[in-house]
């Protein structure tokens, strides 16, 4: 019998996984599972609007110029190109083998850089970095040593021991030599792709990838001094079952890394093509997938790890774990980040950047990306002016995304409103939520449960005015 089965059958929560900071609930979760945002930003990605362009942008980063103290920057970098194609992803890609295609978007891409950096000149410390994709390490070693040299021109960054500097790497493609020359050239934290080590799920999705080669990968981070390790792993996937999950999480539990993202996959084939190369028939019913988290759940937090939110899991010792703690954590387009007070100038095709009050995307194809730098310009294509009510909803939506509670007497202290008849409808909505003990309202709090912390989305969507009005087609994964 598997712990989770055990659990189920006493009824009782696990005492591992409340003392991680979550209660797991299979009845409650099916009843109120429902598609909803992420919540890596409010208003979310989709709703921005196209009238947004680059001289909103310019407009943007001159408010923040004028606005008095210096803030810490954040620098995303999207390297859109991947060797194959995982028929599960859903990122921005680019498939190609034709290398010389990266070393033209590479021009490009430092082109960028330097306009952001003349921009920004004189603002703060760069303190956070993330590369993200796409496949970061589909660039040669020679290439990513030249982009980080031109990136360190560009702007001023805070020591190695101050500063967070991710990158996101295929273990299929690096080899040990190139994990200890990208911690030489500036990367500190690390962030693996596994998904699962089932040799019959890799087929489906297109993805081998023996376990060895993952632990050689996190065995020379370690050699190298990286200062995090971090796994991603998806549950819902083709074929995959209880036990073949269960097998995986131990595999992952004996690696030791600082940091485990668990998300829960989104067929969504209607959206995104790869996925449409995945055989309905191989997919587990929803009844298995609540089966694999429960399951993965109580293996982690009987390892030790504690529950941070939002699929993420983290040694009680890390940074995010102590974030969290201590009521810094903050929630951006990357997930969930030490770093809350930036602004986050995001570099590539497709990415999203956040600069005051502002959110700002470039565009998502070459051609596009190119033609506005050949024209001088920044290849902003889209983005949002936030207004008050957006502000002031996305500070309820990140209390609860990343410290699980709120001070309804901070909000008022820092918007005019009185919160009661302001969010008149959303506490009654809550109220239903708090029948099922989700979360406790008082005068003071809003305070999630363990048991509500898995169905932090539905919490947050009812705060989402955007969500007032539904889709015809489901555009947001399941909550749960």
């Known amino acids: 019998m598997y712990p989770h089965e055990a659990l189920a059958a006493s009824g009782h929560p696990s005492p591992a996984a409340l003392a991680a900071g979550i209660e797991f609930d299979a009845g409650l979760i099916e009843r109120l599972g429902k598609n909803g945002p992420r919540y890596t930003s409010y208003p979310t990605a989709d709703r921005f609007l196209d009238s947004y362009g680059y001289r909103d942008y310019l407009h943007a980063v001159a408010s923040v110029r004028t606005r008095g103290a210096a803030r810490p920057l954040s620098l995303y970098l999207h390297i859109p190109f991947c060797d194959t194609v995982c028929y599960y992803c859903a990122c921005n890609k680019i498939v190609t083998k034709q290398r010389d295609k990266a070393s033209t978007y590479l021009a490009y891409l430092k082109r960028e850089i330097a306009m952001q950096g003349a921009l920004l000149a004189g603002a703060g410390e760069v303190e956070q970095l993330h590369f993200g994709g796409g496949t970061p390490t589909y660039l040669s070693d020679a290439q990513m040593g030249e982009l980080m040299a031109h990136l360190q021109r560009a702007f001023t960054f805070a020591p190695d021991a101050a500063g967070e500097y991710a990158i996101e790497v295929d273990p299929r493609g690096v080899s040990a030599e190139r994990v200890h020359s990208l911690r030489r050239q500036g990367f500190n934290r690390i962030s693996l792709g596994v998904q699962d080590f089932d040799a019959d799920v890799q087929r489906v999705v297109n993805r081998v990838q023996p376990e060895h080669e993952t632990r050689a990968i996190i065995d020379a981070a370690r050699a190298a001094g990286f200062r995090s390790v971090s796994i991603d792993l998806i549950y819902g996937l083709p074929k995959q079952a209880r036990a073949s999950m269960h097998a995986t999480i131990d595999k992952v539990i004996e690696a030791s ?224």
């Open 257 to 480: 890394p600082d940091r485990i993202a668990l998300y829960h996959y989104a067929h969504l084939p209607h959206a995104f093509k790869p996925q449409r190369r995945i055989l309905e028939a191989d997919m587990p019913s929803s009844a298995e997938k609540l089966d694999m988290l429960a399951s993965s759940i109580e293996q982690l937090c009987g390892a030790g790890y504690v529950y941070i939110g939002m699929d993420h899991f983290a040694r009680p010792g890390d940074d995010l774990a102590v974030a969290q703690r201590q009521g810094r954590l903050h929630r951006n387009f990357q997930g969930y980040s030490t770093h809350a007070d930036s602004d986050l100038v995001s570099c590539g095709v497709s990415a999203i950047g956040a600069v005051g009050a502002t959110y700002s995307q470039n565009a998502k194809n070459l051609k596009a990306y190119y033609e506005a730098l050949d024209n001088h310009e920044l290849p902003v294509v889209r983005g949002l002016v936030l207004g008050m009510d957006d502000l002031l909803r996305r500070a309820v939506i990140q209390a609860l995304m990343c410290q699980f509670e709120l001070s309804i007497g901070a909000i008022e202290q820092v918007f005019p409103i009185a919160f009661g008849t302001y969010f008149a409808r959303e506490l009654a909505e809550l109220r239903r939520y708090a029948e099922d003990g989700l979360l406790t309202i008082d005068d003071e709090w809003l305070s999630v449960t363990a048991r509500g912390r898995l169905l932090i989305r539905n919490l947050c969507m009812v705060f989402d005015r955007y969500l007032a009005v539904p889709d015809a087609a489901p555009r947001y994964s399941r909550t749960v």
